[in-house]
């Protein structure tokens, strides 16, 4: 695993940000963290919803500040990203947690998500946040593991209403 850090999105990344959302379309899969599945055509526009995201501005109603960064390489390729939401509402507190985070397709199974989230609770503490929920599907392992290797401790599962079990995980930031 390459060293990384973890970058505000901006506009000087642009080329490996589209090289990492195409490598996302195209293998077909789920998006996640949410925010990698808006489309960048307008790089611009995607930013500044990030920005606003950020500063809870122009939202929807009944969403909350997050905050996204991309997991980027010595080399600047885009390995990750994670978003993390400043404070959760009741829908959060069973489906969503403080903390979405996902490594490209090509890039798994090499530590980057097990560096991302411990990046990423650093930062959620930078915003005030003590202890972070992370939830991840039951049928997840690799995520499971991610997050007991940066200190879960599991809480009570949520089951949707189509039946999908969430594992929900408190960790201390």
Not at 13 to 30: H, K, N
Not at 63 to 79: A, D, K
Not at 145 to 163: C, S
Request: include cysteine; proline fraction near 3%.
């Amino acid at each position: 695993m390459e060293e990384v850090y973890l970058a505000k999105p901006t506009a000087a990344l642009q080329t490996e940000y589209m090289d990492f959302y195409e490598e996302w379309v195209a293998s077909g899969e789920t998006m996640v963290p949410w925010v990698i599945s808006q489309d960048p055509t307008d790089f611009a526009a995607m930013l500044q919803l990030l920005h606003d995201n950020a500063a809870g501005v122009n939202q929807p109603d009944g969403w909350v500040p997050s905050s996204t960064f991309w997991l980027v390489t010595g080399r600047n390729r885009i390995v990750g990203a994670v978003n993390i939401r400043h404070r959760l509402t009741e829908w959060l507190v069973h489906h969503g947690g403080h903390i979405g985070y996902g490594i490209r397709p090509s890039e798994r199974r090499k530590g980057y998500a097990t560096k991302q989230l411990a990046l990423a609770l650093i930062e959620t503490r930078r915003l005030g946040i003590n202890r972070a929920l992370v939830i991840c599907d039951a049928a997840n392992t690799a995520s499971e593991r991610t997050i007991l290797r940066n200190g879960g401790i599991q809480d009570a599962d949520f089951i949707e209403e189509d039946g999908n079990v969430l594992h929900r995980f408190w960790i201390e930031c």
